[in-house]
């Protein structure tokens, strides 16, 4: 049974820093894409950046965080993290990662994978 187990989230100041992590379990972690999302309150879930095993882990960012967040992955402990730097009140939201398990995904932002989900991590910036 494929699992996504999503942790980091809190509370920060604006301009702050955090770490999200998405835990996978239940598949071999050699073909997948990885995405985060997030939703806040009456607004619909964005997608935020993907990552594809394929490739050579090809990354996709939303212009909303580009070169403020990074995702990253580690295979020894089936772990894709979003690394969170400048954080803004507008990233106030839940944060989700989803997971679609395929060798040839390629995360650009016309698709996102969302197969499998996690259950949410709430992610809180202070103003």
């Known amino acids: 049974e494929v699992q996504l187990v999503e942790s980091g989230g809190g509370l920060v100041q604006a301009g702050g820093s955090l770490r999200l992590s998405c835990a996978a379990s239940?598949?071999?972690?050699?073909?997948?894409?990885i995405g985060w999302f997030r939703q806040a309150p009456g607004k619909e879930r964005e997608g935020v950046s993907c990552?594809?095993?394929?490739?050579?882990?090809?990354?996709y960012y939303a212009d909303s965080v580009k070169g403020r967040f990074t995702i990253s992955s580690d295979n020894a402990k089936t772990t894709v993290y979003l690394q969170m730097n400048s954080l803004k009140p507008e990233d106030t939201a839940v944060y989700y990662c989803?997971?679609?398990?395929?060798?040839?995904?390629?995360?650009?932002?016309?698709?996102?994978?969302?197969?499998?989900w996690g259950q949410g991590t709430q992610v809180t910036v202070s103003s």
């Open positions: 989803a997971a679609t398990l395929s060798q040839y995904y390629v995360c650009s932002g016309y698709g996102w994978p969302q197969d499998y």
């Open positions: 239940g598949f071999t972690f050699d073909d997948y894409a």
């Open positions: 990552i594809s095993s394929s490739y050579g882990g090809n990354t």
